[in-house]
């Protein structure tokens, strides 16, 4: 395993993640997506979940979505924003080596900065499966790279994600949406392309995936909670495009300006 190369203490909890490896980001860069694990502690991802809990319910059934904010579906309960509530969240989405990581995984040497974050809970009440899709740009330029990253133990059959290898270099396939029959017949690129299987991940594994690689996940059939945090980075040289953006629709953006604001705060990583 590789060493830490920073650690903060927040809240008497140690904050940091592990740097990735060279084989880690290769497969990146082949694949659009990685499993890593233990890229955070058990530790942290405990005291993670903790707060959570206080806030969601310990089934995840407590919290309620907030109009025009939450993304909450048939397919499980969002609760966008952690990092803005939560110290320990908001200290950890700026580690320094997460920054480093993502831009290694971006491949690009260039500070990272966070674009959103949310909590995404499957229930047995709560669990459609999510079709397969691109997390398609909307609203900059820039390549973005997505974290998942398991705050309780998660089996496949919780929903744990599946990408199509490859997908993120064949380009934007618009708005798609269907299982993996429905993506093989109307996508030729993805007809013979490689499905990954869904990890088994245990507290502070993760995965990430390009925005352009088409993924989705099966409904959470066990009794408990699946308990993932997701984070979005962008480049800090990305520029707003002026296209329709939850992210920016109440910030008052002007076209091609940078994400300079404090809802999109730079990791500690200087490169």
Do not use: C
């Given at each position: 395993?590789?060493?830490?190369?920073?650690?903060?203490?927040?809240?008497?909890?140690?904050?940091t993640s592990r740097p990735v490896t060279d084989e880690e980001v290769a497969h990146f860069h082949e694949k659009g997506w990685v499993v890593l694990r233990q890229l955070i502690s058990p530790e942290l991802a405990g005291a993670m979940l903790e707060r959570i809990k206080a806030r969601m319910g310990e089934d995840g059934l407590s919290?309620?979505?907030?109009?025009?904010?939450?993304w909450s579906s048939d397919a499980g309960t969002t609760y966008r924003g952690v990092s803005h509530d939560e110290p320990l969240f908001a200290d950890f989405v700026q580690d320094e080596d997460m920054g480093r990581s993502m831009a290694r995984l971006v491949g690009r040497r260039v500070g990272m900065r966070l674009l959103d974050d949310s909590m995404l809970v499957r229930t047995t009440e709560r669990s459609q499966p999510q079709s397969y899709h691109q997390d398609r740009p909307s609203g900059w330029d820039r390549d973005h790279v997505a974290p998942w990253i398991a705050l309780?133990?998660?089996?496949?059959?919780?929903?744990?994600?599946?990408?199509?290898?490859?997908?993120?270099?064949?380009?934007?396939?618009?708005?798609?949406?269907?299982?993996?029959?429905?993506?093989?017949?109307t996508i030729p690129a993805m007809r013979d392309a490689e499905l990954s299987e869904q990890p088994h991940l245990m507290p502070g594994d993760a995965t990430v995936h390009h925005h352009l690689t088409i993924h989705g996940s099966s409904a959470n059939s066990m009794p408990l909670p699946r308990w993932a945090y997701r984070i979005r980075y962008l480049p800090e040289d990305s520029r707003y495009t002026n296209m329709p953006s939850e992210m920016v629709k109440r910030l008052d953006f002007a076209p091609y300006q940078t994400f300079d604001h404090p809802n999109f705060p730079l990791t500690r990583y200087v490169p």
């Open positions: 395993m590789t060493a830490h190369l920073t650690e903060r203490t927040v809240e008497g909890v140690r904050v919290y309620k979505d907030r109009p025009g904010f939450d309780a133990e998660i089996p496949p059959q919780m929903g744990t994600m599946r990408f199509f290898s490859g997908s993120h270099a064949a380009g934007l396939f618009g708005k798609i949406g269907g299982d993996e029959e429905v993506i093989r017949r």
